[in-house]
């Protein structure tokens, strides 16, 4: 009896571990693997800088490269909400805090909606799906959006 015990038991803890060990919010993963939609059929992009409520149209395939290219660098850990996101980031010093609503367009198209809040954290709204994943971004890339943004509302 007493070694049928053991094995439910190791049988327990080994099943606890592994789930341990594959949870979700301890990985790290690149943008380009999570494939939330194909970079290469991407034909538009309107970029809304939430602070100052300004909006561009992006069409030029390269420099829609240039602002997908970015999401590239970005190391993301998936987080169960927004506030979580922000609570783990206490020790970053916040020097600025640009949010950006990006929609993106497949052959006109809604593909779904990123919503970037600096180097902090992403959320990506697609049409095809319900959930809402929320990612904490990791590292702290160097946003080439800013300047993207800036040239195209100055065009």
Do not use: C
């Not at 538009?44 to 030029?60: A, F």
């Not at 190391?75 to 206490?90: C, I």
């Amino acid at each position: 009896m007493k070694k049928i015990y053991i094995i439910i038991f190791s049988l327990l803890a080994i099943f606890a571990l592994s789930n341990l060990i594959y949870f979700p919010g301890f990985k790290v993963w690149a943008f380009d693997d999570l494939t939330l939609f194909d970079k290469q059929k991407i034909t538009s992009l309107t970029i809304t800088n939430n602070e100052d409520k300004e909006k561009v149209e992006i069409s030029d395939p390269a420099e829609i490269q240039k602002v997908l290219s970015d999401f590239s660098k970005m190391e993301l850990r998936k987080m169960k909400s927004e506030s979580d996101a922000n609570d783990a980031d206490t020790n970053r010093v916040k020097e600025t805090n640009h949010t950006y609503t990006i929609d993106v367009k497949e052959n006109n198209k809604d593909v779904g909606t990123i919503y970037l809040a600096d180097t902090r954290y992403m959320k990506f709204y697609s049409k095809s799906s319900d959930e809402i994943p929320v990612y904490k971004i990791e590292n702290n890339p160097d946003l080439a959006i800013h300047e993207v943004f800036n040239s195209a509302k100055n065009k």
